[in-house]
């Protein structure tokens, strides 16, 4: 099942380390190329050579150790795994995780890397709920980290409570699961649109929105996480474009129209989650406007609708829009999904606290014009994405092995 990917298996020092060499063999097993990094700690509790000998590479704890090729170690191996696990996380390590530090090669491989990276924390109970980790784990999560577990019982210091890892076998099912999802889409096309146009008004402002695209940037993350070749048609942002998405960049809504429908006939989904000025400036100051002691009136007219031109002209396309309401959620999504002519609609109340414009999280609903509805709680907008993602893979037929 994971033949062809490699992953970076981090062993940080905690009695749960132990457990690690049951994660390597298992993923081995399953066919995956297996990298283990552990921290100087992690050595008290595991030989390097047990997890040398179930990885079948060398083990890497020294930064300056003498190297095995000739490349930088720690930013190969950075570059060229698919996924991540570091299992146990101890605090120590998550909050080193959290703040950025890299002081021994596993936490700077955990720099370095952009590909997904898992935790397994393993701690004591009182440890586990100190509000320190769980502002690290929280800090962590909004950075798309995925944290599994921990679980509940009976815990090296003699207490019961939280802070036990995972099972072996529960941590390799939900890696497994992620990246062999990752085939989902393979061979589909997708177009996602982010953030807030922007409409100049004259050579130094311009009337723009609240969006922050990560919305946007976390849908196109989601679909090539699932194989989709993904391009981001996005209006300005300070987002990093995610890991092998092509980014598009446009300023005003005539720009994100144009690239639009350039690429749409290529399209299998287009989803438009930026949010899109109805309306621009008449007139677009050629010198910056001067203050005068009147009132300025500036006359507005009107962009093109490019999810209802979309929606007009879209053949086998999904076409999925967004609604950013402030009142009537659900009748005004649901009138916007009919005159749009769209596959599904998101439904997103933006008054909430925590939801919609410039937030981590989202809540958000999906409306189908067959009837259908999901209600979703609140959570990170990466896991709305991938929510939203699975849908679309259901509306195109493919569902997972
Ligand atoms: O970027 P973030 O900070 O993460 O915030 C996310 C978000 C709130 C921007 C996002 O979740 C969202 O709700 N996006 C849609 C915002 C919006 O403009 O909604 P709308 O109801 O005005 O537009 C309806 C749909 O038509 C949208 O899919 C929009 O992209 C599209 N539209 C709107 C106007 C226009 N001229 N052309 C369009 O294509």
């Known amino acids: 099942m994971l033949r062809g990917k490699k992953i970076l298996v ?3 020092g905690g009695i749960a380390a132990y457990k ?20 100087k700690g992690a050595t008290e ?6 997890l040398r000998t179930l990885s079948m590479n060398p083990v890497h704890v020294e930064m300056f150790e003498e190297p095995k090729r000739w490349n930088v170690e720690h930013i190969a191996l ?5 996924a991540v696990l570091v299992a146990p996380a101890t605090a120590n390590l998550l909050a080193k995780m959290a703040v950025g530090i890299a002081d021994d090669f596993l936490s700077t491989v955990l720099l370095a890397t952009r590909a997904p990276i898992f935790v397994a924390p393993a701690m004591n109970h009182a440890m586990f709920h100190h509000s320190a980790t769980q502002q690290n784990l929280e800090t962590l999560r909004t950075r798309s980290v995925r944290v599994i577990g ?13 802070g036990r890892m995972s099972e072996p076998v529960e941590i390799v099912k939900i890696l497994v699961d992620f990246l062999t999802s990752s085939k989902l889409l393979e061979g589909k096309k997708a177009l996602v649109t982010a953030g807030g146009t922007q409409e100049p008004l004259d050579p130094v402002r311009y009337l723009g929105n609240r969006s922050s695209g990560r919305m946007g940037y976390a849908i196109a993350q989601a679909l090539q996480e699932a194989g989709a070749e993904t391009i981001l048609v996005s209006a300005p942002t300070d987002l990093p474009v995610p890991h092998e998405v092509k980014r598009i960049s446009v300023m005003t809504a005539q720009e994100m129209h144009d690239a639009v429908l350039e690429q749409f006939p290529k399209m299998d989904v ?26 300025l009136w500036v006359e507005l007219v009107p962009n093109p609708d490019i999810l209802a031109e979309l929606g007009k002209i879209k053949s086998t396309q999904i076409l999925v829009g967004f609604a950013a309401e402030t009142e009537n959620l659900i009748a005004n999504a649901q009138d916007k999904m009919r005159r749009k002519n769209v596959d599904m609609l998101v439904a997103n109340d933006v008054t909430r606290p925590g939801s919609g414009f410039g937030s981590f999280t989202n809540s958000v609903s999906f409306l189908f014009p067959d009837g259908r509805r999901i209600d979703l709680p609140q959570m990170n907008k990466l896991e709305v994405a991938r929510h939203l993602r699975d849908e679309i893979a259901g509306l195109l037929g493919v569902t997972k092995e």
Do not use: W
């Open 150 to 162: 921990p679980d509940t019982g009976f815990q090296a210091c003699g207490t019961d409570g939280d």
């Open 45 to 50: 509790f595991i030989a390097p050579l047990t």
């Open 20 to 39: 690690s060499a049951e994660v390597v063999s298992r993923l081995r097993k399953l066919g995956a190329e297996v990298h283990v990094a552990m921290t």
């Open 270 to 295: 287009v989803i438009k989650a930026a949010a899109v000025a109805d309306y621009r400036p008449k007139e677009n100051a050629s010198q910056k406007i001067k203050k005068q002691g009147t009132s």
């Open 78 to 82: 950075a570059e060229h795994v698919d």
């Open 10 to 12: 981090g062993v940080s």
